[in-house]
């Protein structure tokens, strides 16, 4: 029977230092269709969480949003976590990160990062919403590159831009980009996706399609392509198996939004309690006791030797904090107890 470690605090986090940006991202996570609009959150309060997680001795905090750099007090931000000494590395769009940017992250021992790319120019701004986004986020990835500052690739799959994987990674190598790593990462029926998530999902046939061109990426291009979330890999051709990078929500990982709440997934919603309320620890160690169990999993899953997790529970319709794979049989799903 597989089992899940129970860990103190989570490792690392994704600290969502605003839920403010200026794309509009058609799949967009934090941004339901019914919200309000946001507001950055007091440079206080984010010092406030800061040491809550320093306290919980959490060691990578992810600065992420929204989008962290359009933050007024983004610079702030940085050196505050830097002093408390968390390895950092951040999430961003892209398009507000310049060799000045870069030079202030390197300064604070920032050496990796993430940035958003969906594809070549007319699909990206199709999905981000914003004319000139494309040429903004490659500005950025080249400014981190140029600096020597470790970038990855997210690319989030959509109905548009889920063939052209290889072909992105292409131009961008032909092109002098040289990136070395891309993961590609589900789409989910949380925020805007969620609207009209019978048109928008796609099938485990395109998924299909989808690691056929991580395959192809790897051994024609020479990068790490990689599926940066997790995946039944019951369902998948053995030679697929290595290209999962997994989850590991709820042990190792979890997010932490901008008014403190506790989060196992950046994806799915709700909120485990709130750390400037409740310690780390105690949310960690107590609150995600029935989660570790994995008594909400298909037996077949808790007993499966290629263990996934049951694949990825931010993936279906309705799950709420975490469900089995969409593509899991209904007829083996067991309800949470």
Partial sequence: ??????LKSPLSVNFEVTPVCDLNCEFCFNAEVECKRMEHPSLNQVKSILRALAKAEVFEVRLFGGEFFIYPYWKEVLEYADSLGFFLSFVSNGTHINKDVVKKMLLHRIVCGAISLHGKKSIHERITGVDGSFEATL????SCIDCGLGISILYTLTKDNHRFIFETC??????????????????TPYGRAKS????AKLSLKDYLIVFSQIEKVRKELDILANFGDAFPLCLLPQKYHDFVVGCWQGTGFGHIDHMGNVRSCP???GSYGNILETPLIEIWTDRLAHFRSLKWLPAKCRECDNFCGGGCS??????????????ISQNEEVKNE
């Fill in 170 to 187: 292409e131009w961008l190598k032909m092109n002098g980009i040289n990136i070395d790593e891309i993961n590609v990462g589900r789409l």
């Fill in 196 to 199: 009209d998530w019978d048109k």
């Fill in 267 to 269: 994806i799915a919603k």
């Fill in 139 to 142: 500005k950025g990835i080249k």
């Fill in 1 to 6: 029977m597989n089992e899940l470690i129970a």
């Fill in 314 to 327: 931010a993936s279906r319709y309705n799950g709420g904090m975490y469900a089995p794979d969409e593509f």
